[in-house]
């Protein structure tokens, strides 16, 4: 072969080989990364994973918020309006947290059915749902008798 | 009247864009050279006519108009002027009015800087950005007029969203769409030069400044956006992966990736084919990002829009912008590659590299964005990509990324040697190694190989930025002069990459080394985080304008010294009944200290949360540095220069004939 095909060859093959490699390893990251949505019907059914990170959300029902007399610790519960979850949280609610709102929250089921948040996302508009929320709750309203 | 006036001046630029579109386009064809000067004076009028449109409305806002329904959704009696003109572009139909009225200032600006170009040449370039206009103004007009009465005014307005009432969210979208909008004249100047078949390297050189001011516009708005949510949303974070953020970085990365190619290009006439499609690229990202943002399918706290008819005329638009350029670039792009030869080890080699890293971490980043989307529309479960992902992906990317950024810029064009190369940077590289590793060590964190990868790769960009301008001065007789007399693109490129380099240490240093506490606190509580001492003075009510505020201050002390007193405050906007954290910050080139209350835990007390967040301002110093190396590039006296000389030099025979 010619030296400078050869060359080329070389950084072609080089090029190509850190490519797939880059592609491989992101496309591991994000199979591990996927976060998938599910209501809490579908959490008391048994559908959401145990052993990984999922994405909860519904309407925080109301008097349901408690408060640790010296932490931040909070437990709440939510609701497609037919099957509940509990939830707890240790840390700062964000802004539009209120009850009676719909959330969704990021985190996994402890040994007890609780979900363990590591984060609450509540919309910065009051008027505004959740869309996954919304759909959760529709869902959950014709699936009930 | 006035919003009707509005009105009718929107119709008016619509009438002039279809002539700034279609006669030019008619006159090249037909050769009418008259046709084709109608251009200019289309463009400059549809300018006219839509900033006559932009004061009509920013009019309604500040007399308090309800009866526009626009201004009824965004504003209300008690908001302070200053954001009821920036309410203007709050919402979805009057950032769409901005995004137009910017594409026509990009337009004639482009008709004043180049009338030394091939007439037939500009008469294109402007052509291809009224067919830009005419799309966003259908849309606007069909969907999404910003003028639209209502029947029955009602006798307030819902008030303008509050975490836009903030002096950072003024000026961050004119920014972010000065830039998005900016490469539409690299992505004109690409479907000029397709359509005539005249790829060389003139074409690089004419649109280098263009397309490195719209990158300067994109960095700026980005490093706003990235600020403004710092301190107002209250959580100390500065980037989120989030889907809006990550629409206005992927253009930026791929409009890194051009600017840099464009001077393999320029300079040894290479990877035309490439610059191209990256200048597409570049645009089409920009137009999925106005998408992305405004169509409201995305769950993010910018989609204020959540109407799928405006979806679905975007998602056509875009259809027909990319799958029409990149139909014309299969067609008329050069087939035969009888590019200069370079070889394996030459700065082409490195620019190359650049490139693809580039391109991937885009590729990566769409990938997260938009899979979400694609599952959720084929109706297979709702899905969001996790911040860790992007994280993974993108630290890694940046490695190699940074190590070329020092060779790279030393490599000769064409042909280089292992043995010079090495030669000049050894020194570089072992003292980066060094300083980045003893400092990492004196630090102590628990991540200490990040820690020690991030500043040897900070070390080695800024060493070898001055090692390059020594090599540069070195064998010149009289050092001080040759310093001098260094082109303004070259410092530019230095700053720029300096800049890089100082946005990985504060990267590096703020996300290993923050700390922070959430803690219960009455009047009177005290606690102690990073060697501060924070003591809680008290809680006060503060009426504001349109919001009442608990402001909560605190004193800080460092050991028996005084720092700062810090006022935080938490505002319940009445008219919507929102609450908002203001953060409050005692900002330091070396530290910020960070407070924001959280809720009101009865008894007096509140839950506040503490950061420590050493070095973070160097993110967005950094991000200036870019954007001023980007301003000293695109000023430089070659670009002013060498236009003319392309002017008389290119012997398109059209432009012969039109003399």
Redesign the interface.
Known sequence: MHPKRK??M??VVA?VIG?SL??T??LK??Q??????FSPSEVIAGAAPETR?F?IGGLVVEDSVV?DR???LVEFVLTDTVNQVKVSYD???P??FREGQGIVA?GRLNSQGVFVASEVLA????NYM???VA?AMEKAASNSP | MIPELGHFAMVMALCMALIQALFPLAGVRFNRPAWMALASPAARLQCLFLVLAFAALTYAFITHDFSVAYVAQNSNSALPLPYRISAVWGAHEGSLLLWVLILSFWTIAVTYFSHNLPPVLLARIIAVMGLISIGFLLFTLATSNPFERLATPPMDGADLNPLLQDPGLIIHPPMLYMGYVGFSVAFAFAIAALLGGHLDSAWARWSRPWTVMAWVFLTSGIALGSWWAYYELGWGGWWFWDPVENASFMPWLIGTALIHSLAATEKRDVFKNWTVLLAITAFSLSLLGTFLVRSGVITSVHAFATDPARGIFILVLLGIVIGGSLLLYAMRAPGNFRSSPFSLLSRETFLLINSVILSVAMAAVLLGTLYPLVIDALGMGKLSVGAPYFNFVFVPLMVPLALVIGVGALARWRADEWQRLWHSIKYVLLASLVIGVLIAVSLSGSALFQVALGLVLAFWIIGSSFNLLYERIRLQKNRLVALLNQPRAFYGMTLAHIGFAVTIIGITLSSHFSTDLDKRMAPGDSLSLAGYRFVLDNYHSIPGPNYNATEARMRVYKGDRFVSEIRSQKRIYTVRDMPMTEAGIDAGLFRDLYISMGEPLGDGSWSMRIYHKPFVRWIWLGAIFMALGGILAASDKRYRLRIRSYATSSSGDMAEALK
């Open positions: 060359k080329i070389v950084g090029l490519i880059a592609v390893l992101a990251a994000f591990e990364n996927l976060m998938y949505f990170n994405r408060r010296d932490s931040l840390g700062i609610l802004d539009l990021n919309k910065h508009d009051e959740p869309p996954e759909e």
